[in-house]
């Protein structure tokens, strides 16, 4: 009904930049939240930054500053801008979205995943 699809992870160098993006597709009547998620190894999955429907967004603090979602309502597509990354920003990103379907049911829907990983 509702898929989720991310792309733009890859290797970076510390210091340089990438940008996701999450396009939601299916039977959408509305999305409020979307936000993304990230799991490094032996970690637990957490937060990374949210968006609402209006544009308000929240920050883990570890990446504030450098990292920006943002969200074109139109497409139904959220991104995360990730400037000046670490290493310890390797992870396994994750979208994440709240979504009513035509049916008027809402649902939190998680995207496959895609790689992260900054080294030299």
């Known amino acids: 009904q509702v898929q989720l699809v991310e792309s733009g992870g890859g290797l970076v160098q510390p210091g340089g930049s990438l940008r996701l993006s999450c396009a939601a597709s299916?039977?959408?009547?509305?999305?409020?939240?979307m936000g993304w998620h990230r799991q490094a190894p032996g970690k637990e999955r957490e937060l990374v930054a949210a968006?609402?429907?209006?544009?308000?967004?929240n920050y883990a603090d570890s990446v504030k500053g450098r990292f920006t979602i943002s969200r074109d309502n139109a497409k139904n597509t959220v991104y995360l801008q990730m400037n000046s990354l670490k290493p310890e920003d390797t992870a396994i990103y994750f979208c994440?979205?709240?979504?009513?379907?035509?049916?008027?049911?809402?649902?939190?829907?998680w995207g496959q995943g895609t790689q992260v990983t900054v080294s030299t």
């Open positions: 968006i609402t429907s209006g544009g308000s967004t």
């Open positions: 299916g039977s959408i009547f509305s999305i409020n939240t």
């Open positions: 994440n979205a709240d979504i009513t379907t035509i049916s008027r049911y809402i649902f939190n829907y």
